[in-house]
């Protein structure tokens, strides 16, 4: 059964600072991983998508990597600025379609 | 991308009522999924809506508690029936667009039962 972890569940950061958020999973035989952004009460923002072919994807301020073999993969943020706060989660999609969610990382970019 | 507009945003409900809650998308889509996110939690697969057949539930989850109908290759309905105070989450449809299997959601009904 795949399990999708991300720790620490909240981190707060002053505003400028360039962070990583992790995410972790246990069975690397997956299919894409993708990044999501959550304001509190509403839906999710689809951020990146990564193939499980891919190594990186890149949008803006915004790089995510995955390295399957480790069962890993981390969102990268430039130059953080308050309006990135927010709740990440990251999303795997296994080999049979299933998908799993981390409990996702609050963000709070100090200003 | 996929334009996915989900009514209502949110709502307050009294215990033993239903609420159904809509889902419209901007192109045709096979498969449509429900999903959960009780407070402080992450998300959890209801069903997974089928135009033309009925849907697919995950574990724990019943059709007589949450009906679903998929009339269309663009809309979903949810109904939380007989509803209790457990019931309070937000209730999220997404779609996965094919090809890159990329997956977008709606934004999310916000469901409060006293």
């Known amino acids: 059964k795949q399990e999708v972890t991300q720790i620490p569940a909240a981190l707060s950061v002053p505003e400028g600072e360039n962070l990583v958020l992790n995410c972790s999973f246990t069975?690397?035989?997956?299919?894409?991983l993708q990044w999501f952004r959550q304001d509190p009460g509403k839906g999710l923002t689809s951020l990146l998508l990564?193939?499980?072919?891919?190594r990186e994807q890149t949008s803006g301020r915004l790089n995510a990597s995955l390295d399957k073999s480790s069962g890993r993969s981390t969102l990268y943020i430039a130059a953080s600025q308050p309006g990135d706060s927010a709740t990440y989660l990251c999303?795997?999609?296994?080999?049979?379609?299933?998908?799993?969610f981390g409990k996702g990382i609050t963000l709070s970019v100090r200003p | 991308s996929a334009v996915i507009s989900q009514k209502p945003s949110r709502d307050i409900c009294q215990r033993g009522t239903s609420l159904t809650i809509q889902c419209q998308v901007d192109?045709?889509?096979?498969?449509m999924f429900w999903y959960r996110q009780q407070p402080g939690q992450s998300l959890t697969l209801i069903a997974t809506?089928?135009?033309?057949?009925?849907?697919?539930?995950e574990s724990g989850f019943v059709i007589d508690k949450f009906p679903i109908s998929r009339p269309n290759l663009t809309f979903s309905t949810l109904t939380v029936s007989n509803m209790s105070p457990e019931d309070s989450s937000i209730y999220l449809c997404?779609?996965?667009?094919?090809?890159?299997?990329?997956?977008?959601f709606g934004e999310g009904s916000r469901l409060t039962v006293l």
């Open positions: 999303a795997v999609t296994g080999a049979n379609s299933k998908l799993t």
């Open positions: 069975d690397s035989a997956i299919y894409n």
């Open positions: 990564i193939q499980s072919s891919q």
């Open positions: 192109s045709q889509v096979t498969m």
């Open positions: 809506a089928n135009q033309g057949s009925e849907a697919t539930y």
């Open positions: 997404s779609l996965r667009q094919g090809g890159t299997g990329e997956l977008f």
